[in-house]
């Protein structure tokens, strides 16, 4: 087990979760969130400020929605970069754009701060099992030191390589994890309007050619009712999507097969889905669709 002190910054859906874990595997925890109430609440010792629990562990991990709230934690007036000493190291668990996290991989590397871009997957239920997917960027050394932390909360580690490979990895399995999510939503508001039945639908798509993690994961609990709440969010999933289109700008890659859930997950902000989880996207094509929904709940 690591004897590193932990803080994390940002204690919302998932990073509440991960935070548990950490504390329930008997580490040192200190938390900090923009809500005040979310620490006491979830029974950690909370931070002040940013600075104080800066200054007072050896590991930062993050858990925030984008790279502008990660650009302002780290650059910001009482930030990271303000209050860091050599030696830390920072950890961000969050989907980011790969060119910021190198941008500012450099620049805590002059403080003498390693920072390694781990992307996580799974979903709120593997975070609250501990079984949760992380994609790592950075390098060697400070992932050894901080795997004990990491294996709280995480089944499966994977070293992708030099800072910004774990947030580029998390951005191509997210852009699947969209494709995948909206196609499936799709067909099943088309097989209710064919009037077939949803679970025998499920159990042939998850036979056959079109099996998906939507279809063998999602789909068997949405249509029961239970849209699986507590996950990434409509609103999250088209941030995703728009940060893989970004990318791949930057890569000069073809990206063909964007238009699908970039107008899915688009549409589901516009209806007003945007904070709910991601799969209330079978919700909004059902709502274009004539109010139809594939939930027996």
Known sequence: MSDLAVGIVGLGN??????????????????YDSDPERAPALGIAA???????????????????????????????????????????????????????????????QRGVAMLD???????????????????????????AV????????????????????????????????????ATAEVMVAARMAELDLAQVLEVINASSGVSFASLNRFPSIIEGDYLEGGLTNR???????LYVDMLRELGAPSLNVAGPLASFGLALGLGYGDLISNRV?????D?????????G
């Open 14 to 31: 998932m990073g509440g979760r991960i935070a548990t874990r950490i504390q329930a595997g008997g580490l040192s925890l200190l938390g």
């Open 47 to 109: 931070a002040a400020t940013l600075g104080e629990l800066v200054a007072a562990v050896d590991l930062v991990a993050l858990s925030l929605p984008d790279s502008s709230v990660v650009e302002a934690v780290v650059r910001g007036d009482g930030g990271i970069l303000a209050a860091a000493r050599a030696g830390q190291i920072v950890v961000d668990l969050g989907t980011s754009s790969p060119s910021s996290t190198r941008e500012l991989a450099a620049e805590l590397a």
């Open 118 to 144: 781990a992307g996580i997957s799974g979903g709120a239920a593997a975070a609250e099992k501990g079984t949760l997917t992380i994609m790592v960027g950075g390098e060697a050394e400070p992932l050894e």
């Open 147 to 182: 795997r004990g932390v990491l294996a709280t909360f995480s089944q499966k580690v994977f070293h992708m390589g030099a800072v910004g490979s774990g947030h580029a990895t998390k951005l191509l399995n997210n852009f699947l994890n969209a494709v995948t999510l909206a």
């Open 236 to 242: 999250l999933m088209l941030k995703d999507v728009t």
């Open 282 to 286: 079978v919700d909004a094509i059902g």
């Open 288 to 296: 274009v669709a004539g109010g139809v929904r594939v939930s027996a």
